[in-house]
């Protein structure tokens, strides 16, 4: 008899990859005889690194290795040779359904995503918005099993043991160690779009009241790329026991582990929000054109740390990739930073009575 062996494909965005881990770890531990093959861009391999001995990793570069129809067929006729049994298709864009296809005509046992796209035309609406949540992309990642055979109940708190990850992986520049009672809080500023990042002067004013009100505290900022490493450096300078652990931790892995042992975490609608909830650190997440009603919400968060403003045409973005409706971002600038710290302060009451 064949061994059943899954093939799981899901190849962007950051954020979307890591909302995968709690479906895919649960999937490993509820089918421990089953064989799984999580298939992603190199970006990705750190998520799976702490997986159940039956996740293996596979990478594709489908920027050089694996660039277009050629490209594609030689990763389906690498992936053939792995003798899957059943293909399970995250993603569903231009890629995955080409080696969908594939797959298809070879007659395999082949699933893919419901991106719900009819009822993500209503919330996103500006006449008839039908404001109430759509399936999260976990549940749409577990139908996609079901259809396969597969149902799954996720079960799922960190990639990590109860006490984080394992801090001495991280690197020498990185020499900070936790002291008892200190506060450590994560801010991750940026995201991917205009419409979802909080204005930096009010992240600042809401970081110099962190501080205020949490003298004892150490701030890790998060950020890539250039002009967020100066804007995280320029923090840094500014004010004591904050530091910019991007710069010094220089990747996934590693930001992972220290994302673990955070207190809280700040973040805007972006992959920073979905590493901290896989490490099962509870996340402020600040939200703008984008709603957590479209499914996006990272693992074990809850609406209590939802920072949002209500107006009409919020949502007017999905992936908070179209441009502003009014022009001037009003569903950003309209949250007070106060607002922010107040949940930052629940959260930390909450962990200190616990």
Excluded at 100 to 121: A, G, L, P
Aim: proline share 6%.
């Amino acid at each position: 008899m064949r061994t059943e062996h899954i093939l799981i494909i899901r190849f962007s965005a950051l954020g979307d990859v890591a909302m995968t881990v709690p479906v895919i770890d649960s999937l490993a531990r509820q089918y421990p005889d089953v064989r799984i093959t999580m298939l992603s861009r190199p970006f990705a391999r750190p998520f799976f690194e702490y997986m159940p001995q039956n996740v293996g990793f596979m990478e594709a570069d489908l920027k050089n290795e694996y660039y277009g129809v050629k490209g594609l067929n030689a990763l389906y006729r690498r992936l053939t040779a792995k003798n899957f049994t059943a293909i399970a298709d995250f993603h569903s864009v231009l890629r995955s359904d080409y080696l969908r296809m594939r797959f298809n005509i070879d007659r395999y046992k082949v699933s893919h995503i419901d991106k719900h796209r009819s009822e993500r035309k209503l919330l996103v609406s500006q006449s008839g918005k039908r404001l109430s949540p759509l399936p999260t992309s976990f549940d749409n990642y577990v139908d996609v099993l079901a259809r396969l055979g597969y149902p799954v109940k996720i079960d799922f708190r960190s990639i990590f043991p109860p006490e984080g990850g394992d801090m001495s992986r991280l690197p020498a520049s990185f020499n900070i160690a936790k002291a008892s009672g200190e506060e450590w809080i994560g801010i991750a500023p940026f995201a991917a779009h205009e419409g979802k990042i909080y204005p930096l002067g009010l992240m600042e004013k809401a970081v110099r009241q962190i501080i205020n009100r949490h003298p004892g505290c150490r701030l890790f900022l998060f950020g890539g790329g250039e002009k967020e490493t100066a804007a995280l450096n320029e923090w840094s300078a500014k004010f004591d026991r904050c530091v910019n652990a991007s710069a010094l931790l220089g990747g996934i892995g590693s930001e992972l582990i220290l994302m673990s042992h955070l207190d809280v975490m700040i973040s805007m609608d972006s992959a920073n929000m979905h590493m901290a909830s896989i490490v099962g650190t509870p996340v402020v997440s600040v939200w703008g054109a984008t709603h957590p009603y479209a499914g996006f919400m990272g693992w074990g968060q809850g609406m209590d740390n939802v920072v949002q403003a209500d107006m009409p045409c919020r949502p007017c973005s999905i992936f908070g990739n179209k441009p502003c409706l009014r022009g001037d971002f009003m569903c950003m600038k309209s949250i007070p930073p106060e607002e922010i710290v107040a949940r930052v302060d629940l959260v930390l009451c909450g962990k200190r009575a616990g």
